[in-house]
């Protein structure tokens, strides 16, 4: 079985459980051509159990894999070996015992003559022209995960996986790595999905961000969607830099240290965490709307600077917010600044 | 269909890891049958021997190689003095030395003319013509002497890991040496003193030869005379059972001592201990209490069988001494082969299919603690049944009496190695196999390959290494065992060990000294690659 036609994955239902608890539960996802997509979460939450049911390296509980036209669990079963699956790993894995041309073989059975050819064409693919007899050892960390990603290629897969691939590599070369290797998952036309626990990465290299916990898809969209509208309090955290409020609504208003929020229900009496990231913060010159705080004390962490202030609701606890280094020194100048509530993410404090 | 795709290797490895397990089984049962006349007359008039006997050799041995080994261990392990690089990896050549070959050597010079007790006498002036060498005493000098490398090997890895800011805690603490010693190190060691008292106890226990030539009625002394002398298996099978019984609580009180094992490196860090510097009187002392042990169970056996060979060199050249070097590496070939390649498949299995054949695979590698004498019995049982159903129905359908078909052959001694050695390969091969990521095999399996093709492929050829070393290892055993061998072997083979030990036993000690040394030869191979080791570290 070789499907090639309709690259698409599609997840249904897909739950597993392990023997100690741990479990992912009714997962539904599909990953179209070409489309890279990154499954994002904390240690623990599932993400690397989904890549290894796709993989065939466990078998789900639930649930139903079809890549392209086939399904490879569910309705029928493939094992491992026959779903043309490629997948890059953490460690690399590069077969320490056969050099660079023999680890991009492997997958090639037929011993004909085109073999030379398309590893070569491989290496070229992925930028190691010349490489052909080298070993594992005598490479960087990058320069064998491209050969990595050739000897994934060579079995031409009908979806890629990749396991924090990137996670081994040094910040400097990372990037330069990464782009390179999405860009040629693209151009083929492969639908990927990767696991990563870094959000910085997920933003930069993925079509769409699906974000994890406790084994389940809590959120999902694409980095930008992600990053202003999340569903979740989790993935609020997890996209980018927050500050988190505790207030109790009154009347359908919550109220912070900026001014009040209107809450959907406006019955609701609960407690609400109100995380408010950076972007909403901004200079008010004469703005009508500008507040007025008082600034105790600040930090500068780089980007963003770190503001102690007066927390007029709550007189005992002063309140510490974050915003960008570069407009603070206006805020601190005049004491003011303007509030975008679009910014803050209102949610129940469980 | 699933379910068999996933488990299929898994299935096999288990069913192989059965048969090492079915005659460590069928001995149990020995405890539940009533024991005939040859029975109640061993229990009535030997058992209380070979129980007090082994008893005394468990604690004269066992305290024995802990003080020489932990002793030794200390000093290469803590401080620097003359010749100490030389003397950690002499520490343990001991274990290239057969016990049954000690033993000859020390009787011969202790005994009446020999060396040693000529040389008394002139140094002494003393009138000692003789000591008596055939005594248990003589047994523990040789066992202790012999063994204590086990000890030795595994302390010194204690103390070399333990990180040096245990040691300095205590010192800011006040506490002298002798106080680190009993408060820090020792316990801190446990977990490898309980190890490697409980290997030397066990090596005590599966002794055939030492006992045999020096005259002591042990278990497996007993095991031996009991099916070979009286013919009674029952027999036979009950002091098995009470040998395993015996084995299975040592293994069970060492896992108690070992308690929690993962302390020790705890604070392991970088921070390795710092060797300090010992001069004059000190540094003298140390190299006199290193060396002795290494004299005693190394140098002179080694020394005194030299010098017998080159008497009986000549029978190197007798085709009786050719053809019995052939069978015994023959056999020791294929045992190895035999143990590597079920090593292999288990081990593998426990990788692909851990949950299934991790509990089975932990039984079948218990079978090195079991001694060789029971081994041999437990693959027995089973055997002389198959024989007789075979032979009964070879009788009832073609009228033909096939007698004894499988046991007494190849077969059984090759099965019986299996039982007693499968463990040893199966650590070697899963030394090699742990250092393979597990990424490896699930890119070679998303790469289109079966279990079959990742075994040969990738793992047999990284890992070769490792398995060739435990070849080397069950090779080098096999040809040192001495009671399976005799219990099991066919009609007619002759190997190293029991021509040495027949030769031995006839007083042809020169003769003895060729196969003698041919087996030290042998096993000085892999204490070469020990030896390795131990430098890199």
Redesign the interface.
Known sequence: MHMEINKTLKITNLSHCYKNGKSIKNINLDVFPGEVVCVLGPSGCGKTTLLRLI?G?E?PSDGQIKIGKDYVFGKS?V?????????L?????L???LSVKNNIG??L?KKNSDNEKIIENLLKKVGLDGFLNRYGATMSGGEQQRV?LA??LA?NPNIMLLDEPFASLDVWSKYDIAYDIISILKESKTPTIMVTHDPQEAMKLADRIIVMLDGKIIDQGTPSELYSEAKHSFSVSLMGPTTSYLSKAIDGLIKTPFGSINIVNKKSQGSYKVLIRPDAFSIASNNKEAINIKIISFKYIGLLTEVEIVDENNKDNNFMFLVYSNIFKNIYKNNKLLFNKDWAFVFPNK | ??NY??HGWGLFSVLLCLTVIIPISTIIFFFLIPGDETWIHLRDNVLNSYISNSLYLMIFVGGGSIIIGSITAWLVAMYDFPFKKYLEWLLFMPLAIPSYAVAYCYADLLGYGGFITNNLGLIFNSNIKSINFYSIYGAVFVFIFSLYPYVYLLMRQAFISQSSAYIEIAKISGLNLLQIIRKICLPLSRPALAGGVTLVIMETLADYGVSDYLGINTFTKGIYKAWFNLGDITSAGKLSAILLFTVAIIIIIERKLRGKAQYNNEVRSNRVLQLKKLHGFTAILALFICIIPVIIGFIIPLITLISWSIESIDIIYTLEFINVAISSFGIAFFASLLCALFALIIVFGMRTNPKLVNPFARIASLGYSIPGAVAAIGVLIPLVWLDNTINNISLKYFNYSTGLIITGTWFGLLFAYLVRFLALSMQAVENSFIKI?K??D?????????NRKILTS?HI??GWGGISLGLLIVFVDVLKELPATMILRPFGLSTLAIKAHELAIDERLYDASIPLLTIIFLCLIPLYFLTKVIRQE
Do not use: C, V
């Open positions: 993989a390296f078998e079963y094992p491992t070996e026959k779903r043309f699956i490629g997948m790993f953490q460690d690399i894995a077969f320490p015992h492997f997958s059975t990595a000897r994934a079995n | 269909m699933i795709l996933k990521s990424s490896i699930y890119a070679a399996r998303i790469l289109g390959k079966s990738i050829k990284i």
